[in-house]
């Protein structure tokens, strides 16, 4: 078979994953054949998912967390809406959300037959709280904020939607997937201490250099979390609150690892090169002409022609589109300054 080699991510700009932490990158390779989702059998690997779930309780803001080391952002948003409906009283449950909401809501809605209910953002890309609390009803199961949206890096206002969760007895759930491991080196008010939230989603396999897969579902409940229980009588283990059942124990220890070398003050350094970078970008990008979607955290959308985006991905740079078709671009650890006066140095020859 022809030897395929992985991509290069020296012109990857539209990845929210990056390069593993060498750490990270040798943790998984050493616990890959291990399965968290039998705890009984794998004890090692079931002591440090414990671990992993602690410490993104730190940073989350949760003492005594409850949760575990999933596959990536989609699974953890599906199991939060899945615990919002199972603890609900209702054969017509909904979700509201803002339109910015990750597209891992729509297959929620599809998978748990929970209507999604979707509202406008305002004019910075942020949930309008009308037009939020418009849609919730005495049939809406959870309300659903996003801390770093992956179009624009924008936080919602959270203790709001987290308030207008609890007048209508429904859960608040935060989706901080991408923007878990750089929010708190900011003064955004988006987790666990900062408002009455019930759920998050945070990925270490993204901003937190673990390796893929290495997503983060966080409650503080044992109740809201038991949920998600099912009786798996030929293991050792008697439950599991997980979505799938054989796991690889690559993703918790690399988290681990990632965490246990970066946590804190590595992760602020990496924050504030990130947004460095991005606001050096958006500078460059708005001096010659463009609209640029300013940083709130490191991504940078700006308006460009699709041809010059068509050119720019011939010439080997990954970028996406946003859904206003803006080019954007995600500052993530790997993307260097020297990378980007590469970028804009192609940008010019357009």
């Not at 418009?134 to 801390?147: C, H, P, R, S, W």
Request: hydrophobic letters at 40%; aromatic letters at 6%; a negative charge.
């Amino acid at each position: 078979m022809q030897r395929v080699e992985p991509q290069d991510f020296s012109r990857v700009l539209s990845s929210m994953c990056t390069r593993p932490h060498p750490r990270a990158r040798e943790a998984a390779e050493r616990f890959l054949a291990t399965n968290p989702g039998d705890p009984g059998t794998y004890e090692a690997v079931s002591e440090l998912e414990t671990e992993a779930v602690e410490m993104l309780g730190t940073i989350t803001g949760l003492p005594n967390p409850e949760g575990y080391i999933a596959s990536g952002g989609t699974e953890a948003n599906i199991q939060a809406v899945r615990i919002a409906r199972n603890r609900a009283d209702t054969d017509r449950p909904n979700m509201v959300a803002p339109e910015s909401a990750h597209f891992s809501f729509n297959k929620a809605a599809d998978l748990l037959n929970v209507e999604l209910r979707t509202a406008p953002t305002d004019a910075d890309h942020r949930a309008d709280m009308e037009a939020m609390a418009e849609l919730v009803d005495d049939d809406t199961v959870v309300v659903i904020g996003v801390a770093g949206s992956t179009e624009y890096g924008r936080v919602d206002p959270i203790p709001a939607i987290a308030d207008l969760a609890r007048d209508n007895d429904a859960l608040c759930h935060v989706d901080a997937a991408w923007g878990g491991f750089v929010l708190p080196f900011t003064e955004k008010r988006w987790h666990f201490g900062h408002a009455d939230v019930d759920t998050i989603t945070i990925d270490p396999h993204k901003m937190g250099q673990a390796a893929v897969p290495a997503g983060g579902l966080l409650t503080h409940s044992q109740a809201l979390l038991d949920e998600l229980a099912v009786d798996t009588p030929y293991l050792e283990s008697k439950s599991q609150a997980t979505l799938t059942g054989t796991r690889s124990g690559a993703g918790v220890a690399s988290a681990v690892a990632a965490m246990e070398e970066l946590w804190p003050m590595g992760y602020r350094r990496q924050y504030y090169e990130s947004m460095e970078n991005a606001e050096w970008l958006a500078e460059q990008l708005a001096a010659r002409g463009h609209d640029v979607v300013e940083p709130e955290l490191p991504i940078v959308a700006a308006d460009m022609t699709m041809p010059v985006t068509e050119d720019l991905r011939r010439r080997g740079w990954r970028i996406s589109k946003t859904g206003a078709d803006e080019m954007r671009v995600v500052c993530m650890p790997h993307v260097t300054k020297s990378m980007l006066r590469s970028f804009v140095a192609d940008l010019d020859w357009f």
